[in-house]
C-alpha cells in the first residue's frame, strides 16, 4: 500500500506561484510512477502532470504545458509541482497520485487527499 500526502495549499493572486508538494510512503519511492490531477468545482478531475518511474520525460496537460513543472526528489521521497503564471482557473483540489507501473498518464491506483489552491483573479 502506498500513502500519499499532500501540502502546499495556499491562496496566491493570477500571476504569481506556488508548489505544491506530495510525501509518499509505503513502496521505494523510486518504484512510483507520479502524478498530479485536479478538479474545480462541478468539474470532473483532470490530469495536469506526471512523472515516470522510467526515467521518461515528464507529460503535461496542455492547459498547463509551460507553466507547470513536476519534478521528483527520490532522496526526499517527494514529488514536487511548481506552478507559476496561475490563471483563476487553475483554481481547484489538487491530488496527488502514484502507481507502480512506468506511466505519466495513468491510470494511477493510489491517490492522496487532495489540497487546495485557489487563485484569485
Known amino acids: 500500500q502506498v500513502q500519499l500526502i499532500e501540502s502546499g495549499e495556499g491562496l496566491v493572486q493570477a500571476g504569481g506561484s506556488l508548489r505544491l508538494s506530495c510525501a509518499a510512503s509505503g513502496r521505494t519511492f523510486s518504484s512510483l510512477s507520479m502524478g498530479w490531477f485536479r478538479q474545480a468545482p462541478g468539474k470532473e478531475r483532470e490530469f495536469v502532470a506526471g512523472i515516470s518511474r522510467s526515467g521518461s520525460p515528464p507529460y503535461y496537460a496542455d492547459s498547463v504545458k509551460g507553466r507547470f513543472t513536476i519534478s521528483r526528489d527520490n532522496a526526499k521521497i517527494t514529488v514536487y509541482l511548481q506552478m507559476n503564471s496561475l490563471k483563476a482557473e487553475d483554481t481547484a483540489v489538487y491530488y496527488c497520485?502514484?502507481?507502480?507501473?512506468?506511466?505519466?498518464?495513468?491510470?494511477?491506483?493510489?491517490w492522496g487527499q487532495g489540497t487546495q489552491v485557489t487563485v484569485s483573479s
Open positions: 497520485a502514484a502507481d507502480l507501473r512506468p506511466t505519466t498518464r495513468g491510470p494511477y491506483n493510489y
